[in-house]
């Protein structure tokens, strides 16, 4: 069912030369790479784990990794080496900008991967949505630890990670149960976990055959790629897949290639060096077809840019089809001051450009929330690569979260767990879409300070945008 149709591709983009192998290249890699974010508690072993993987599948050249052995030595954290391959310095430093959200490669048999790693920065929930609203599926690392899985599940951040991911579009999830080495690959221990994550899992939304669990050691490498062999305390009772075999099994999304183009922007920056020079941003394909030299519309200032290069898994490529995570450099319009360019911002089609709104009507749920939510609730939101402050500016009803049915009109507050329709203003215009013409961009997350109030679907759009 992935064969393309050139007929309708032709008709959408009839500049398109689709019979271009490079086309068809850019389209047969986009249908077997996933975008993976990895979340968990702080200290669960991400960073660990990450790193081992990246390290035993040859990604890191010994020369590096003996560098950040003497790193993490002069730091006296030996332990603490693998977590040193994602430092995002040298990727900072070769951009000059912070990273928010960095990215690294690697293949396995049928897949290839795009790893989208948040650095653990003190105001890591921010970065995580950024990284999980690129993904497709995720790697959520628990510990193995009783106690520590405990802190991290009960007062710490391992639901509210999952719960954004799954309100962000991710619906795969691969449950690593992490540091099992420290307790002797405890069977008990581990189905323990697996007894308070799968019920939590399923309660938010994500279906039984979308997850999995696997034990694991991210420190000593146990069970990343090769089954183990010689280590009967787990052999004894797990003889299911590694979790690169997990990963390798992960669905690849439906993309969106024939829907109008929409490219989301994940940050700026100024190119120095290498493919891409001067104007520069971060971005993902959600649709449609980019391709160098196109002309396209640049929201929300209405701006025509255009496309000088791209580059995906650092190399350069003619065409960025949907799922397609990659830097351009842009040429702009010489009034324009680049500086506005910023995360949320989406180049289009300027046939079909994107709604522009400061309202817009939100299905939600509310989450595990302690203070009930009022009318004129300020709000950070959170949909696609935006991030946008606004309030609640009306509670318009309670729904049955399963038939959409209003049981009640105009209620005083919203207590957790309930499913609403609000209403919600937002202080600039921001890009957005319905639900219902796009799954991964219709989709907000509100937070207000530290916490996460509610999620949702956009139902409505304010005022619309004309054509150019
Ligand atoms: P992050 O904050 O989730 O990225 O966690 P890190 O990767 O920085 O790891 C936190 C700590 O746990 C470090 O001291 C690691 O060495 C340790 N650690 C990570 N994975 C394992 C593991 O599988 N076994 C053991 N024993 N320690 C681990």
Redesign the pocket.
């Known amino acids: 069912d992935d064969q393309i149709d050139h007929k309708v591709l032709n008709q959408i983009y009839p500049d398109v030369q689709y019979a271009d192998a490079n086309l068809i290249q850019a389209i047969d890699e986009d249908n077997k790479t996933i975008n993976l974010v990895i979340i968990?508690?702080?200290?669960?072993?991400?960073?660990?784990?990450m790193g081992h993987i990246l390290f035993k599948l040859g990604r890191i050249d010994k020369q590096h990794m003996h560098k950040i052995e003497k790193i993490s030595d002069q730091y006296g954290?030996s332990?603490?080496k693998?977590?040193y391959v994602l430092d995002e310095g040298e990727e900072e430093r070769r951009r000059g900008v912070t990273i928010n959200v960095g990215q690294s490669y690697f293949q396995t048999e049928k897949r290839q991967f795009v790893i989208l790693d948040a650095p653990?920065h003190q105001d890591y929930v921010p970065n995580m949505i950024s990284g999980a609203s690129q993904a497709d599926c995720a790697i959520l690392?628990v510990e193995g630890i009783r106690q520590e899985f405990l802190r991290g599940f009960i007062g710490g951040s391992t639901k509210e990670h999952a719960i954004l991911a799954r309100s962000l579009g991710v619906t795969q999830l691969v449950v690593a149960v992490?540091?099992l080495?420290?307790v002797e690959w405890s069977e008990d221990a581990y189905n323990e976990i697996i007894n308070h994550v799968q019920p939590f899992l399923l309660q938010i939304g994500f279906r039984q055959d979308n997850i999995s669990f696997v034990p694991?050691?991210?420190?000593?490498g146990t069970n990343l790629i090769e089954k183990p062999t010689s280590l009967p305390e787990l052999t004894s009772w797990y003889t299911g897949p590694s979790l690169i075999e997990y990963l390798d099994q992960l669905k690849v999304p439906k993309r969106n290639i024939y829907k109008p183009l929409r490219v989301c922007l994940y940050d700026y920056y100024k190119g120095t060096e290498g493919n891409l020079i001067g104007d520069c941003v971060q971005a993902k394909v959600e649709s449609g077809i980019i391709k160098e030299k196109d002309h396209l519309l640049l929201q929300p200032y209405n701006i025509m840019v255009t496309i000088k290069a791209i580059e995906a898994s650092n190399q350069l490529i003619k065409y960025a089809a949907p799922g397609t995570l990659c830097d351009i450099s842009l040429h702009l319009p010489s009034s324009f001051d680049p500086n506005y360019l910023k995360s949320g911002n989406v180049i289009c089609d300027p046939k079909y450009p994107i709604h522009q709104v400061k309202e817009f009507r939100c299905q939600i749920v509310v989450f595990d929330i302690e203070i009930p939510i009022t009318r004129g609730q300020p709000v950070t939101v959170y949909s696609f690569s935006n991030r946008v402050s606004g309030r609640i500016s009306k509670l318009e009803s309670v729904v049955n979260p399963k038939t959409g049915e209003s049981i009640k009109k105009n209620p005083r507050c919203l207590m957790k767990n309930q499913t609403a329709i609000v209403h919600i203003k937002l202080e600039e215009k921001t890009c957005m879409e319905l639900f219902s013409n796009y799954r991964t961009l219709g989709r907000a997350t509100l937070r207000d300070g530290q916490r996460t109030l509610a999620a949702g679907i956009n139902i409505e759009l304010g005022q619309k945008q004309l054509p150019l």
């Not at 968990?40 to 784990?49: N, P």
């Not at 694991?216 to 000593?220: A, F, K, P, Q, T």
């Open positions: 968990g508690h702080v200290d669960s072993g991400k960073s660990t784990l954290k332990s603490f693998f977590a653990g690392v992490n540091k080495d420290m694991i050691s991210g420190l000593n």
